[in-house]
Antibody, heavy 117, light 108 residues
Framework: EVQLVESGGDLVQPGGSLRLSCVAS????????MSWVRQPPGRGLEWVAN????????YYVDSVKGRFTVSRDNAKNSLFLQMSSLRAEDTAVYYC??????????WGQGTLVTVSS | EIVMTQSPATLSVSPGEGATLSCRAS??????LAWYQQKPGQAPRLLIY???SRATGIPARFRGSGSGTEFTLTISSLQSEDFAVYYC??????????FGQGTKLEIK
């Protein structure tokens, strides 16, 4: 059974930092491009960041460039999102998702990041 | 960035009836269009990819169609478990891939 389990979400003050993790099982993690997708409370989905299978290429939505860093450890089947200079508008449930030819075929259950003073 | 627009925002339908959801792209995305279903408190689930191919385990009552800029998700004979929010996503022009704002399918 495919599983993606996120962790690391928390309440953090504006300007603070947080590191999200996602552990994968049930599929060959190293063969899949991986992304973070977020969903603000009561709103729609927004792609945040993507990392290619071997970590050689990384992409970000404009609103997080320079503040967020995506990384992966294929030996540990893990995906990470280092977030800094957090803003209120970063408040959301953050999902990790595996990609196949551009579509998100598997999703984690999400982890909530709340940025508030 | 390609903008995806879904309509209607909310659709009220009785169980057993059919529903048609629309998604429009601001420029052509070919057939690089996916549909997702999201229930309250759950992660999205892939339904359709390539505009018309059902993902593994998706019932035949879900049908995707369209190409270019106009797409449709048709759900025939609605079951209770089908009432949810549906999102379209284009992955032709990436990054970023972009999602529509969603259509909430509710029980009438």
């Amino acid at each position: 059974e495919v599983q993606l389990v996120e962790s690391g979400g928390d309440l953090v003050q504006p300007g603070g930092s947080l590191r999200l993790s996602c552990v994968a099982s049930g599929f060959t993690f190293s063969r899949h491009s991986m992304s973070w997708v977020r969903q603000p409370p009561g709103r729609g989905l927004e792609w945040v960041a993507n990392i290619k299978q071997d970590g050689s290429e990384k992409y970000y939505v404009d609103s997080v460039k320079g503040r967020f860093t995506v990384s992966r450890d294929n030996a540990k089947n893990s995906l990470f999102l280092q977030m800094s200079s957090l803003r209120a508008e970063d408040t959301a449930v953050y999902y990790c998702a595996s990609q196949t030819y551009g579509t998100y075929n598997y999703w984690g259950q999400g982890t909530l990041v709340t940025v508030s003073s | 960035e390609i903008v995806m627009t879904q309509s209607p925002a909310t659709l009220s339908v009785s169980p057993g009836e059919g529903a048609t959801l629309s998604c429009r792209a601001s420029q052509s995305v070919g057939s690089y269009l996916a549909w997702y279903q999201q229930k309250p408190g759950q992660a999205p689930r892939l339904l359709i990819y390539g505009a018309s191919s059902r993902a593994t385990g998706i019932p035949a009552r879900f049908r995707g169609s369209g190409s270019g800029t106009e797409f449709t998700l048709t759900i025939s004979s609605l079951q209770s478990e089908d009432f949810a929010v549906y999102y379209c996503q284009q992955y032709n022009n990436w990054p970023p891939d972009t999602f529509g704002q969603g259509t909430k399918l509710e029980i009438k």
